[in-house]
């Protein structure tokens, strides 16, 4: 079964450094998402991408945040200058584009800012 | 303003025991619904959803939800909790269009005493 995959399973940064997370979505999937969960906290919806551009994005996602689709199957997570608080599970989802949606997440990258 | 309540953080039930865990949204419009689950360390994997039609519909690993629109609730259930039924467990609301963000409950935990 066709599965979402993310690249690193953990990253360790330090504070103001870049970060990019790497996904790669289901292949015949069309909209690409990224979400978050600070420990503890619910998951948190960043950012929906489809056809090269963003689809909606929350509040979180700021200008430190950008996301990118550099090949026909990666999508990717750039967080420009990180922050404490950036330190969070990062997941990717993607769906198919059609109707009754359903998205579908990977495992997650673990971020820990230090 | 849109939002998901599950009241309970942490429930624990004894192996074999039926389980129940609850589940209220408020949406602006007729949402689609999900419980997702997610095993420490892992990601979040779909246990089902609902779209329309029959409001009992059933998923993965014998759990089935049950939604009812005049309470808004959407409660997920399984007859026979077994220990591999630990872990976290979050319900979901999305909208009918693609592209558009999942909100999530804060999750309730399931611990299984034997």
């Known amino acids: 079964e066709p599965e979402v995959t993310q690249t690193p399973s953990h990253q360790v940064t330090q504070m103001g450094q870049e970060v990019i997370l790497r996904c790669v979505p289901i292949?015949?999937?069309?909209?690409f998402y990224w979400y978050r969960q600070i420990l503890g906290q619910k998951v948190e919806f960043l950012v929906s991408?489809?056809?090269?551009?963003?689809?909606?994005k929350s509040e979180i996602f700021d200008d430190q945040f950008s996301v990118e689709r550099p090949d026909g199957s990666n999508f990717t997570l750039k967080i420009r200058s990180t922050k404490l608080e950036d330190s969070a599970m990062y997941f990717c989802?993607?769906?198919?584009?059609?109707?009754?949606?359903?998205?579908?997440f990977g495992p997650g990258t673990r971020l820990l800012v230090l | 303003a849109q939002s998901v309540t599950q009241p309970d953080i942490h429930i624990t039930v004894s192996e074999g025991a039926s389980l129940e865990l609850r589940c209220n949204y408020s949406?602006?419009?007729?949402?689609?619904l999900f419980w997702y689950v997610q095993s420490p360390g892992q990601g979040l994997q779909l246990l089902l959803k609902y779209f329309s039609g029959d409001t009992l519909v059933q998923g993965i690993k014998g759990f089935e939800a049950e939604f009812k629109r005049s309470q808004s609730s959407f409660n997920l259930r399984k007859p026979s909790v077994h220990w591999s039924d630990a872990a976290e467990y979050f319900c979901?609301?999305?909208?009918?269009?693609?592209?558009?963000?999942?909100?999530f409950g804060k999750g309730t935990t399931l611990s299984v005493s034997s």
């Open positions: 949406y602006g419009a007729t949402p689609y």
């Open positions: 979901a609301v999305g909208a009918r269009q693609a592209g558009t963000a999942l909100i």
């Open positions: 989802a993607s769906s198919p584009g059609m109707a009754q949606e359903t998205q579908y």
């Open positions: 292949s015949n999937h069309l909209y």
């Open positions: 991408f489809y056809n090269n551009e963003i689809s909606e």
